[in-house]
């Protein structure tokens, strides 16, 4: 496992680690930079809001945004549930630069709620998978019990897991992040940690045992590298280059 490095904010500390790839390092049948190449206005179309929803599609480029994924101790929101680490990525010339962000102690929270305030200030819009829904909610929350603004305010946001469900749905028929590597992207990992077994891993770590958290963050890496290679696949069924079951969606959802 690369070394986590401790970094000091807000009177608290948050330790990091950070992993260059090469934009052409591929995932299955992409490579990272195939998401560089997606409309900006046919991501937010096939990954924004529902329609109907009281909000507006924005345009998202890709080149531009933050990649966001958390693991956090429970699913189901509320003060006993953490954001115990933050997966960050962008593209960084030439490279897909990923920042990963571990809470060492419930107490040194401020620390990670800065390092996500930088991270997003950077960005010209979001890009995560389920992040509507649950991410940056319960991010919103943790800023709210701390005391602090949320940094997102009404940052373009492309969930690709909106897209996946209008698109892919046909062909993959189920949509969680593993099924749609396997089935669109080409992707299998091996030996990879099941999110339900993150939380004790963390809880192991603050006992003293660190070995378990790098499994963590290496679930967390993949994760965030499937994000690039997922809206490449979106951009294709939007611009008519796709199998015929994500051509239909597509068309259809555009329409909408």
Known sequence: MTALDPVLR????VLRREVRFP???RRGRWSLADGLAADPADLGALCGPAPGAGRIASPVAVGGALFLDTETTGLSGGAGTHVFLLGCARFEAGAFVVRQWVLPDPADEPALLGALRDEVAGADGLVTFNGRTFDVPLLEERCILAGVPSPFGRAPHADLLSGARRVLRLRAQRTSLRHLEETVLGIRR?????????PAAWYAFLR???GPLARVLDHNL??????????????AAARGDAPAPDLHSAGRALVR
């Open 10 to 13: 807000d009177g608290a500390t």
């Open 23 to 25: 934009a052409d390092t």
């Open 190 to 198: 091996i030996d990879d940690l099941p999110g339900s077994e993150c």
């Open 208 to 210: 003293g045992d660190p």
């Open 222 to 235: 993949d994760d965030l590298l499937a994000l690039p290679a997922l809206a490449a696949a979106l951009a």
